[in-house]
């Protein structure tokens, strides 16, 4: 038992916050079609994050999340300007925009120095759960409070980005979703579209940007889109469908790990799988047989 | 001629290899962006990632060299064409929509490829070095065989595209049109959703999964500033593809601790961002002069 805690648990923790967070507004995103410039994002947010640690010197939270914000909103003003202005098509415009950036921030990476001191881009992209293990899980004579207080960072950071995109979507609850099912009526009874456009960016890229480090883009991204859109295959009602896509994708951080675990021991194997892919697999397999059978229903 | 002796065989054999590819990408890519249908390639570039690991694993399984190019790159087209009709597939379901079934399957192809990638890496074949390279691209350490094979793959791209150039292009800016005279609009779209997936499977060596589709995306972006004829777009596509692909193959040989993907892709961003401002059809300014 006390290997799951020092080994298993903290994985199990981050992938959990993360997958809610991304899922929660991953609600959004799909009513209203932007499945992909969640991806795009994901990716944009890389040179922003990437300057602001170089520049401050330190990976700490406030300085990612600060710095993946910026470059959130960077790329979604170029390419609203590239649409509206350079009458660029939309997909092309978000493949233009989030292609450069991250061939930027990987650059910049690299050149930095960054790329040695730790910050692997590799993990930033295929995560890295498996790096999350709880020294002080064996708990000292401090008791509960001290032995909590020994978790990984990480955990903290994501947990902070939960509440604050939780916040961030109970604020503004009622206009988001008028706005993602009538966004014509949103617009002509007056709503500050605006602002909310901005409120939904934030919580993406907070959710984004927090799943970086650890947890990786890959798997924000099939929490973002999969258990929302299954979700949507099952109800019609918005308050229902946010409520099923956090319990599917806790479920599915839940046994797309043990997957990753138990399935190499079954055939004798002492390896363990990428658990970041695992769930995102696993994600998509949900979505695929919901579709399935919602198809023949 | 003295300036390609003084660069041996096989650099040449590579660049030119990489300057077909590029022409290819920048003419399939035209038609994804005029359908709308630009970012498929995205998915379609991770998608593959499952099948190159699943070919990794079966050459190993049999005892052959598992870094064989046709062998990766069979796995790659293969889990490429599963992505394509999984994306289809799903966007046909109601109430799930074009946009979320690319990203579901591109993250969830991913996903799964990172998973069998774990299982590839524990592997003691000593050989699977080049597959971390897949992640952002090389051109440095392209074998000829390779290059041959994307030169190949490119120039079937591009004779394909001519032989139905007209067919492509009526569909591309007249699709009521195209389907009132009887064309096969959606066996054409297929063909160019084909076409793109090719391009980027033999993209992925030298560019990476996040970033062969910048390849397919950047270069018609730019050469529809300049032109609203289907023809001449795809013309300067195919030669933006081209000089962005060789400028960045070039510069990342040159320079330190640069990758070829990135390299290639922020070269691209030049010719778009000069083409965004001067281009003469649809440039920012443009719009007196016209």
Request: glycine share 10%; aromatic share 6%; charged share 10%.
């Amino acid at each position: 038992m006390s290997e799951f805690w020092t080994i298993d648990f903290v994985p199990l923790l981050a992938a959990g916050l993360s997958a809610l967070a991304c899922a929660l507004v991953g609600n959004l995103l799909v009513l209203t079609r932007r499945a992909m410039a969640a991806d795009a994002l994901s990716h944009a947010i890389v040179p922003g994050v990437v300057i602001a640690v170089a520049l401050a010197g330190v990976a700490g939270s406030v300085v990612v999340l600060i710095g993946g914000i910026a470059s959130a909103f960077a790329a979604s003003a170029l390419v609203a300007f590239l649409v509206r202005a350079g009458r660029v098509e939309p997909g092309t415009a978000l493949g233009v925009v989030f292609t450069t950036f991250f061939a930027f921030g990987v650059l910049v990476l690299e050149w930095s120095g960054l790329a040695r001191t730790g910050f692997d881009v590799h993990h930033v992209i295929t995560g890295y759960l498996e790096g999350l293990i709880w020294v002080g899980a064996e708990g000292g004579d401090g008791g509960l409070l001290a032995t909590v207080a020994t978790l990984p960072p990480v955990v903290f950071e994501l947990a902070l980005v939960l509440v604050l995109v939780v916040a961030i979507l109970a604020i503004f609850r009622k206009e988001l979703a008028l706005l993602a099912f009538d966004p014509v009526f949103a617009r002509a009874s007056g709503l500050p579209v605006g602002l909310l456009e901005a409120a939904l960016l934030t919580a993406t890229a907070l959710a984004c940007t927090a799943a970086f480090k650890s947890v990786g883009v890959v798997l924000a991204v099939a929490m973002i889109v999969c258990p929302a859109a299954t979700a949507r295959l099952l109800t019609q009602r918005l308050s229902t469908q946010v409520a099923l896509s956090a319990a599917i994708a806790l479920g599915t951080v839940l046994f797309g790990y043990a997957a990753a675990i138990l399935a190499p021991r079954a055939v004798g194997s002492a390896l363990a799988l990428n658990a970041a892919g695992t769930i995102g697999a696993m994600a998509g397999l949900l979505l695929a047989g919901t579709a399935l059978i919602r198809a023949r229903a | 001629m003295n300036l390609l002796a003084g660069l041996g065989f096989n650099t040449v054999v590579v660049m030119v290899g990489v300057a077909a590819l590029g022409c290819a990408a920048g003419a399939a890519g035209t038609f994804a962006m005029l359908r709308r249908k630009a970012l498929v390639s995205d998915a379609v570039a991770h998608g593959t990632l499952p099948g190159i690991a699943g070919a990794f694993l079966l050459a190993a399984l049999l005892g052959r060299a598992p870094r064989e190019a046709a062998w990766l790159m069979g796995g790659a087209a293969i889990a490429a064409i599963l992505s394509l009709a999984a994306i289809e597939w799903l966007a046909r379901r109601p109430r799930i929509g074009h946009d979320t079934a690319t990203a579901a399957v591109l993250a969830c192809g991913f996903g799964l490829g990172l998973a069998l990638m774990s299982v590839v890496q524990t592997l003691s074949v000593g050989s699977q070095a080049g597959l971390e390279q897949l992640l952002f691209g090389s051109a440095a350490g392209m074998l000829p065989g390779e290059a041959w094979l994307m030169g190949g793959l490119a120039v079937l791209v591009l004779a394909v595209i001519g032989l139905v150039l007209k067919e492509l292009s009526t569909v591309a800016f007249d699709p009521d049109f195209a389907a009132t005279i009887g064309l096969p609009v959606a066996r054409l779209d297929a063909l160019v959703a084909l076409l793109c997936a090719s391009v980027v499977v033999a993209a992925l060596p030298i560019a990476g999964f996040v970033l062969a589709v910048a390849l397919v995306v950047i270069p018609p972006a730019a050469a529809r500033f300049w032109s609203d004829r289907a023809g001449v777009v795809v013309v300067l596509a195919a030669a933006i593809g081209s000089a962005s692909a060789l400028a960045g193959a070039a510069l990342s040989a040159i320079l330190t601790d640069t990758p070829t993907g990135p390299a290639i892709v922020l070269v691209a961003a030049l010719f778009f961002t000069v083409s965004l401002f001067f281009g003469r059809a649809r440039g920012l300014l443009a719009g007196g002069a016209a």
